[in-house]
């Protein structure tokens, strides 16, 4: 760990290098950001492929609170497990009771 004149200094210099061989910075805010992005757009699609495969499997006739609850999922683990229970499902009710389970053990 260097004293905060000499980490100042370091950051500066990183900076001044960075620009002087076009190298993007991107700082730490930035870098979060990205990440944080990121892991929206993956849990948005995860949502859709959920939704998009009961709507094939079932003719789009999903209820809305089936819908609501899967919309409403941050968990990328449970929407990929509700993404096989859609294929595997045999009726909307067998996708139900899964998505019932699944929501019931999660702790959020």
Known sequence: MLPDD????????????????????????????????????QLNEAREMVLDALDIKFSNNVPADI??????????????KLHK???????????RKTLEELTAQDPA
Do not use: W
């Open 6 to 41: 000499l980490t100042k200094k370091f950051t500066q210099d990183l900076i001044a290098y960075e620009e002087e061989k076009k190298m993007p910075y991107i700082t730490s805010a930035e870098r979060i950001g990205i990440e944080k992005g990121q892991d929206i757009g």
């Open 67 to 80: 819908r609501k609850l899967i919309k409403d999922l941050n968990n990328r683990i449970m929407l990929r």
């Open 85 to 95: 229970s859609s294929i595997q499902s045999k009726d909307i009710e067998e996708f």
